[in-house]
Every structure is written in structure tokens, then in C-alpha cells.
């Protein structure tokens, strides 16, 4: 298996080449011209019958060179001028026939493109078949990149067409293949590519079709519309976070998937009317179940980044066990990681995948005979009430369970006044960004006391697994112990930013001027 980082400048022919022009060109630029080679290989694009790789910027192809196939999935990536840079996973491929779904590649190829076709059947939507004349390049005795000249014949839905390009594909030093792919844009018939080999053989073929506009969002705007409109971004990063995910690249990407889908869980909850019951109820409950999974692996990172620097302010005799114990979480993190990479992968959970897709794409095709300001305003004015009600029954020692409440509550009105903060009409910057603070302030005080009971509870399965019950026992005390103290200190900023945040002008500029007779009194 092959993972890369590729960096090539594509240069596309405005007329014919010959490679003993390129050739030459290429000497007077100051290159040695080595190894030459004439080689054809056959490509055959693959997508699911919705484009969806297409939309996403994605291509998987499968290359037959004399009978040799091998499969490779490239990444929209950079583009800047000629230059292209993207990710490109590639592995060989032991069959003739091409994989039939996602789940039939290899593991890093199916990652790639398992988030964006879900279950959906592959099938060929386009071939390659191309005359490639390649030589490797060198410059002061250094290999520094492979130049190909590429004469392309494209196939699809009966049609043909055909195109020729160069390409530079970088070895080293990049400045110097640059000032190369200058010198050729300049010498020779060439034009900077503004896109790959099978975009461009799809605009030639008359396949690629211009991707929808997306309609700004008005007061006069159906609802349904609006909200498939504001769940679009949301559903997009989660395909694109779900890759590095599944590739277990780092905590943020988990954390941007995670957020996607709370968003998209409180558009079903504060829009709930769009779908018929048994919908709204089977929407939440698989958001809420995809969070869950997310969230039990991003808990184990954000453990394992907050105990070392916790660690080191303790004292020494309490610090003993800590490396088993860092190891002990470390193992728990990695079996939390593989749970979720099995049910992320699962049949079931891709089927779930293509529901929830179509369940608010269908919003776009079906309105709802109601427009934004029809709806917005009492959906904003209900979730101001719910704010309001909950800290004004807040106890004064701000106890765990109703405190979570009201910053739930907080995050559900601030995520449902994000949505629409750029309304005409609208003008509620500086309380959002209150509740905001507030909501920030109250998941201080959350984060701590969700550290405390965890370090608790873990006492005796990790001194069981560990063996050495007492300096597992007193460093996990130590930490809860801190953990305690930061929480009552997080409580105490918690009850000043509640007490700035809980008055009545905070609160009327969430009035909408979409509709004024709605009050947002509580």
C-alpha cells in the first residue's frame, strides 16, 4: 500500500507535441534528459451513479499498464497555476474486474472514498487510455522531478475525445521544477491545466455538469430549502472529517465531525416539523448515536493531552504510577478507536449514512409552503425562553445536572442563531457572542466535573489491570482531586458569566425583526 503527498505541475497542449520538442526545450532549460520511455496504460474512473466522488473532488481509478492493475484514489488537494498538490493512496489490485462498492478496496483507498459513496454500487463513468512518452529529469547531478508528455483518448456514454499535456511530477526541490514549468508555459504550445486529466475529459465530453448554486438564505426563503441549504456544509464536513478519521489522523478532525454532527442534530431538533415523526425521532436518534461513539473517543484524547501537564503538578510519590496508567489509557483509547472504526465502516451504519442524506436533501424538492421569517422568529423566541427558564431556576451553588441543562440549552440556541446570523433583518452579534461565553464558561465547570467522576471511577480497573494498587490509587485520587478544585474555580467564573449574561437586553436582541409581533419575554 502507497500513501503520498504528489506534487506536479500539468501543463496542458494547445496543439499536438512533439516529445523531441519537449526534449529540447528541456535541455535549453538547463535539465539532462535521462531514461526515456514509451509506456500506454489504460485508466478507468469509477464513481456511484450520483457523482458523488465527482462532487467531492475525488478520483478512483483503476490502471491497467500491460496488465499490471493497480488501484488509486486522488484527492482534489491545492491547486496553484499549474501546480497540483494532493494526497494519493495507491495499492495493486488482484482482480480484472473493478471493485463493485467502496467496501471491496483496500482498507486507506475504502476510508477515502467510503464517507462520500456510503453503500451506493461503483461503476466505470469514464476511461483513459493514454501514450505516455516519461523521462526522469536532472538538474547539477540531482534527480529532481519525472516529466511525462501525455497524449489522452477519453471514452464515456459513447462519446470520445482527445487532449495531450506535460507533466512535472516533483522529486525535489521545488523552485527550481517551477522555474521549469515557466520556461516550457513559455517556450512550447502550453497552458497551465485548471484541472486534472478526467475533469478536464469530462467538460471535453460534455459529462461534468456545473454543481447547483446554492440559493441564499432570505427571510422569503421556504423553510425546507433554508434548512437543507444550512445543513449542506455541515454534511460535507462530516464526509470529509469521517476520512482523516478513519485514517485516525489527530484529535481535530474528530472534534470537526463531532460538531457537524451536534449541528446537524439540533437543525433536525429546532426544524423538527420538516419530517414526519418516525423520521424526526429515527434523525435524532442516529445523530445522537453517531455523537455518542465520536464523543467516547474524543473524551480518551482530550485525557490523554490534559493528564500529562496534570501529572507534573503533582507530588513526586504521587507520580509513580504514572506511566502504566498513561499506558492503561492509552490502551483504551486504541480499543475505543477500533469500535469505532467497525461500526463507522458497518453495513448498517452506511445505510444509516444514505437516509440521513436523503432524508434532508428531500427537503429541496419537497418546500414546505412556509417561509424563514414564518419560522425563524418563534424558533429563536422558544429557544430564548428555554434559556431563560433554565437560568433562572438555576441554585445559587450551581449544582451539575441542571447547570449541563442550561449549557445544553445554551448550545442549542446558540447553534440554531449561527445558522442565521447573516439574515437581513437580523442583529444579535453581541448576544450571541454572550451566550457563547457563557455556554464556554458552563462546559468549564462540565469538563471538570466529568474529569473528577472518571478519574474516580477508574481507580480500581486500571490498579486491577495495572497491579500496583496504591500508587494507581493515589495518583488517579491526585488527579480527581485537581480535577475537583479546577471545577469549583470554573464554577465561580461560571456564576459571573451568568450573572452578566441572564438580563433582559442580552436577550430582546434576539428579537427578529422578520417578525415583530413575537416576543422573547420569558
Same mark, same amino acid.
Given at each position: 500500500m502507497h500513501r503520498d503527498v504528489e506534487a506536479e505541475f500539468k501543463l496542458r497542449a494547445t496543439r499536438d507535441l512533439e516529445v523531441a520538442v519537449v526534449d529540447a526545450a528541456v535541455r535549453e532549460a538547463g535539465f539532462r534528459v535521462h531514461d526515456p520511455k514509451a509506456t500506454r496504460h489504460v485508466d478507468v474512473y469509477l464513481d456511484s451513479a450520483e457523482g458523488s466522488l465527482r462532487r467531492a473532488g475525488i478520483g478512483l481509478r483503476l490502471r491497467n499498464t500491460d496488465g499490471a492493475l493497480r488501484m488509486t484514489c486522488k484527492t482534489r488537494g491545492q491547486r496553484n497555476g499549474s501546480l497540483f498538490v494532493r494526497h494519493e493512496w495507491e495499492s495493486t489490485w488482484p482482480q480484472a474486474e473493478p471493485p463493485r462498492?467502496? +467496501?471491496?478496496?483496500? /482498507?486507506?483507498?475504502?476510508? /477515502?472514498?467510503?464517507? &462520500?459513496?456510503? !453503500?451506493?454500487?461503483?461503476? /466505470?463513468?469514464?476511461?483513459?487510455? %493514454? $501514450? $505516455? #512518452? *516519461?523521462?526522469? @529529469?536532472?538538474?547539477?547531478?540531482?534527480?529532481?522531478?519525472?516529466?511525462?508528455?501525455?497524449?489522452?483518448? /477519453? %471514452? +464515456?456514454?459513447?462519446?470520445?475525445?482527445? &487532449?495531450?499535456?506535460?507533466?512535472?511530477?516533483?522529486? !525535489?526541490?521545488?523552485? %527550481?521544477?517551477?522555474? @521549469?514549468? !515557466?520556461?516550457?508555459?513559455? =517556450?512550447?504550445?502550453?497552458?497551465?491545466? !485548471?484541472? #486534472?486529466?478526467? =475533469? *478536464? +475529459?469530462?467538460?471535453?465530453?460534455?459529462?461534468?455538469?456545473?454543481p447547483p448554486r446554492a440559493t441564499p438564505v432570505t427571510a422569503a426563503t421556504d423553510i425546507g430549502v433554508a434548512v437543507a441549504t444550512i445543513a449542506a456544509p455541515h454534511l460535507v464536513t462530516m464526509q470529509q472529517a469521517e476520512v482523516s478519521v478513519r485514517r485516525d489522523d489527530g484529535p481535530d478532525h474528530l472534534h470537526a465531525m463531532r460538531v457537524a454532527v451536534r449541528r446537524l442534530r439540533e437543525i433536525v431538533r429546532g426544524f423538527g416539523s420538516l419530517w414526519d415523526k418516525a423520521e424526526r425521532t429515527w434523525l435524532v436518534a442516529h445523530l445522537a448515536e453517531t455523537g455518542r461513539r465520536l464523543g467516547a473517543l474524543r473524551d480518551l484524547d482530550v485525557v490523554l493531552a490534559d493528564l500529562p501537564p496534570a501529572i507534573e503538578h503533582l507530588p513526586a510519590a504521587l507520580r509513580r504510577a504514572s506511566p502504566a496508567v498513561l499506558d492503561w489509557v492509552g490502551q483504551r483509547r486504541r480499543h475505543t478507536c477500533e469500535q469505532l472504526l467497525a461500526w463507522l465502516r458497518s453495513d448498517a451504519r452506511l445505510a444509516d449514512q444514505r437516509r440521513l442524506f436523503e432524508a434532508f436533501a428531500s427537503h429541496e424538492a419537497r418546500p414546505a409552503a412556509a417561509t424563514v421569517a414564518e419560522v425563524l422568529p418563534r424558533r429563536l423566541a422558544k429557544a430564548v425562553r428555554k434559556v431563560r427558564k433554565l437560568a433562572a431556576a438555576l441554585p445559587a451553588e450551581l449544582p451539575l445536572e441542571p447547570l449541563h441543562r442550561l449549557r445544553i440549552a445554551c448550545k442549542r440556541l446558540r447553534y440554531l442563531a449561527e445558522e442565521f446570523a447573516a439574515l437581513p433583518g437580523l442583529d444579535y452579534e453581541k448576544s450571541l457572542a454572550e451566550v457563547v461565553r457563557l455556554q464556554q464558561a458552563l462546559g468549564a465547570v462540565c469538563d471538570h466535573e466529568v474529569a473528577t467522576r472518571r478519574l474516580l471511577e477508574w481507580i480500581h480497573p486500571a490498579a486491577a489491570a495495572i497491579g500496583d494498587n496504591l500508587n494507581v490509587a493515589a495518583l488517579l485520587g491526585g488527579l480527581a482531586s485537581r480535577a475537583a478544585l479546577a471545577a469549583d474555580a470554573a464554577r465561580m467564573r461560571a456564576a459571573r458569566r451568568l450573572a452578566r449574561t441572564h438580563r433582559k437586553k442580552v436577550y430582546r436582541r434576539f428579537r427578529s425583526s422578520l417578525d415583530t409581533d413575537v416576543t422573547l419575554a420569558s
Open positions: 462498492r467502496a +467496501a471491496d478496496l483496500p /482498507a486507506p483507498l475504502r476510508d /477515502a472514498v467510503e464517507p &462520500f459513496v456510503l !453503500d451506493h454500487p461503483l461503476q /466505470a463513468v469514464l476511461q483513459l487510455a %493514454t $501514450r $505516455r #512518452d *516519461h523521462r526522469a @529529469l536532472q538538474c547539477d547531478r540531482r534527480d529532481l522531478c519525472e516529466l511525462a508528455i501525455d497524449r489522452v483518448e /477519453a %471514452t +464515456a456514454a459513447g462519446r470520445s475525445a482527445a &487532449f495531450c499535456e506535460v507533466e512535472i511530477e516533483v522529486l !525535489d526541490d521545488l523552485p %527550481t521544477c517551477e522555474r @521549469l514549468a !515557466d520556461r516550457l508555459l513559455q =517556450g512550447l504550445p502550453l497552458q497551465a491545466a !485548471d484541472d #486534472d486529466k478526467p =475533469g *478536464h +475529459a469530462s467538460a471535453l465530453l460534455g459529462l461534468q455538469q456545473a
